[in-house]
């Protein structure tokens, strides 16, 4: 069965304070991990896609990587805007979502 | 482009009573699914459909029921509310089932 779990379930920075949030995961044929972001009362936003173990993606502060078991979430000199929920999911060989409980982000000014 | 839109917004129902939840798409996306989010569980897989005429049930199907007729439709049916289904809910669509999916903005339901 596929699993994610997220850690920390809570996580609150002063701006400028750089951090990681962590995503591990066992998944069966792993087809992807996504990394989404949830504001409050709204729906979940991509953020990024990876495919497999080394690889990177950065988007304004944000940084994503894999392992064969984890995943990251690097989050540099973040900003108030930063405050958010993000969400970790893998999909396996059956194609299906699998989400983490989330992680909730607050960065005070 | 809309992308995914969800009706209601808000709704509460007394145990017992029937509903559907609504869900349209603009991308003609092959793939859609339903979650529902609840405190400390994450989203959780309701039912998905990967086109129309074909639907699939995912981890927690009890007490739902969809139907996939259009590419840009797709409804979950509640039968009989239970208080257990208090949630949100939300729809997701994503070109031939890639993980990068598509949100709407979800349907927090109450039962009392």
């Known amino acids: 069965e596929d699993q994610v779990t997220q850690s920390p379930e809570a996580l609150r920075l002063q701006e400028g304070e750089s951090s990681s949030l962590n995503c591990s995961y066992t998944v069966s044929g792993l087809r992807g991990l996504f990394w989404y972001r949830q504001d409050p009362g709204k729906g979940p936003e991509f953020l990024f896609t990876?495919?497999?173990a080394g690889e990177e993606k950065e988007k304004e502060r944000l940084k994503a990587t894999l392992t064969k078991k984890e995943s990251f979430l690097h989050i540099t000199a973040p900003k108030p805007e930063d405050s958010a929920t993000y969400l970790c999911a893998v999909q396996g060989w059956a194609q299906k979502l699998v989400f983490g409980q989330g992680t909730r982000l607050t960065i005070n000014p | 482009n809309a992308g995914v839109t969800q009706t209601p917004k808000f709704q509460v129902l007394k145990t017992g009573q029937s509903m559907t939840l609504q869900c349209a798409q603009d991308?003609?996306?092959?793939?859609m699914s339903w979650y529902r989010q609840d405190p400390g569980m994450g989203l959780r897989l309701i039912h998905y459909s990967v086109g129309a005429g074909i639907t699939d049930q995912g981890e927690v199907p009890n007490g739902y029921n969809v139907s996939r007729s259009t590419t840009e439709d797709f409804p979950l049916r509640l039968l009989s509310a239970a208080p257990s289904q208090t949630s949100v809910y939300f729809c997701?669509?994503?070109?031939?089932?890639?993980?990068?999916?598509?949100f709407g903005q979800g349907t927090r339901l109450t039962v009392v």
């Open positions: 997701a669509s994503s070109y031939r089932g890639r993980g990068e999916a598509f």
């Open positions: 990876l495919y497999s």
């Open positions: 991308m003609n996306h092959e793939y």
